[in-house]
């Protein structure tokens, strides 16, 4: 569950990021991901899709012997993908209203 709520939010990382970036109302702080989207943003997308799979595979296959530590991993990543995903919303969904105002 918590592997398909990471993968979800980082789909609407990658989503909002773009869409931010877009609108020019954010900037990415991940120089590596700065350099993809600038260069090859379908390997920004594919990396940032890829990594929760990944993620969500090594904890299925370390779910017996370490359940804590993927348990809390989860749970932190989870959180910050959620902290990233509500600061992109708020900039965009303020950009688009102030537009929307100005009109």
């Known amino acids: 569950m ?3 709520v990471f993968f979800g939010l980082s789909a609407l990382d990658a989503a909002l990021t773009l869409w931010g970036l ?5 900037q990415e702080a991940n120089p590596v991901m700065r350099m993809l989207i600038a260069s090859h943003p379908g390997v920004f997308l594919l990396l940032k899709l890829t ?6 595979f090594y904890c299925w296959w370390k779910r017996d012997s370490d359940r804590k530590l993927v348990s809390y991993a ?5 959180g910050m993908y959620t902290v990233v995903s509500m600061f992109h919303l708020y900039w965009v969904v303020m950009y688009e ?3 929307a105002i100005m009109r």
């Open 51 to 56: 990594i929760p799979i990944a993620l969500g």
């Open 2 to 4: 918590a592997t398909t």
């Open 74 to 78: 989860l749970r932190i990543a989870v």
């Open 97 to 99: 209203t102030s537009l």
């Open 22 to 26: 877009n609108l020019q109302v954010i």
